[in-house]
């Protein structure tokens, strides 16, 4: 497995941040087939300007699915209990993300030790499209 | 305004299989090229049964199989007016390629915020193993945005 299991997590620790290439139309139409959604919103721009949109923007399950290689690129997936977003602000076509993320607290979940993390997806302005956390047991 | 009577809804439920293939689209959509994640082999060798679902593939199940559009048309939204809010999955056990899952979808809550203007429809998923063991518990909220003349 590449990513390492972590048997000392310390709170404040920043995890490594993932560097995305910048959203292309190419992106949001080969997620929109992989994921199964098909809303028009995303990959038909004439649709998007009629529903009062400038243009397509991202499916915020792609900044989503990001934060998932992020996380799972830190610990293994089987480690992974929980994992939530807030969707803030709308990913045009032509962003460039960065996922980011640091540990906040450490924390009993049953009969394990979680770390919970603060994560983020901010775009190269730094504003935030998605904000969120996750639950990490620890190895 | 979205009827609140919808709150309870339950969406039918949709069974299906993870496939390899879907698993190998999903990786390229969204960047993934560890080998882990594509080749059955090193899937095995990182201790997996085969290929490992990411941990937001199953969003997809209820999407394919249109309980998305069930819901939208029941409640009367047209799809333009959607936005994803929140979304959050919880892990119970591993999920991978060859499994039959079932998800169990309903409507858990519908409220507005700024007068009308923006509507929340909140859907709860508990996603299933083929011995009828919850392996994941999936939330997502869906905003509605609605025109302004029509606001209270």
Request: with cysteine; aromatic share 6%.
């Amino acid at each position: 497995m590449n990513s390492p299991r972590r048997d000392e997590i310390r709170v404040g620790e920043e995890l490594p941040p993932l560097e995305l290439p910048p959203i292309t139309r190419t992106t949001l139409a080969l997620f929109a087939g992989a994921s199964g959604d098909h809303n028009p919103i995303h990959i038909d721009s004439d649709f998007a300007r009629a529903a009062g949109m400038p243009d397509v923007f991202a499916h915020g399950m792609l900044p989503m699915a990001y934060l998932g290689r992020f996380l799972t690129q830190w610990v293994p997936q089987t480690q992974l209990r929980h994992f939530s977003v807030r969707f803030a602000a709308i990913t045009p076509v032509g962003a460039r993300l960065t996922c980011t993320g640091k540990i906040v607290e450490i924390t009993q979940g049953g009969c394990e030790a979680l770390a919970r993390l603060k994560i983020n997806v901010v775009d190269d302005q730094g504003e935030i499209k998605l904000a969120g956390e996750a639950l990490v047991a620890q190895a | 305004m979205i009827n609140t009577k919808h709150i309870g809804l339950q969406l039918p439920t949709v069974t299906f299989e993870v496939e390899k293939g879907r698993l190998r689209f999903f990786a390229k959509a969204t960047g993934e090229t560890r080998p882990e994640y594509l080749d059955e082999q090193a899937a095995r060798a990182a201790g997996y049964r085969s290929l490992p679902v990411p941990p937001t593939f199953l969003m997809g199940a209820d999407l394919d199989a249109g309980t998305l559009t069930t819901l939208l048309d029941t409640l009367g939204v047209p799809i333009e007016r959607i936005l994803h809010g929140e979304q959050s999955f919880t892990y119970h056990a591993p999920v991978c390629a060859g499994d039959v899952l079932s998800v169990e979808s309903k409507v858990s809550d519908i409220y507005s915020k700024k007068g009308g203007a923006i509507e929340f429809i909140v859907k709860d998923s508990q996603i299933k193993d083929a011995q009828g063991e919850t392996v994941v518990e999936a939330r997502s909220v869906i905003v509605v945005r609605n025109p302004q003349e029509n606001a209270a």
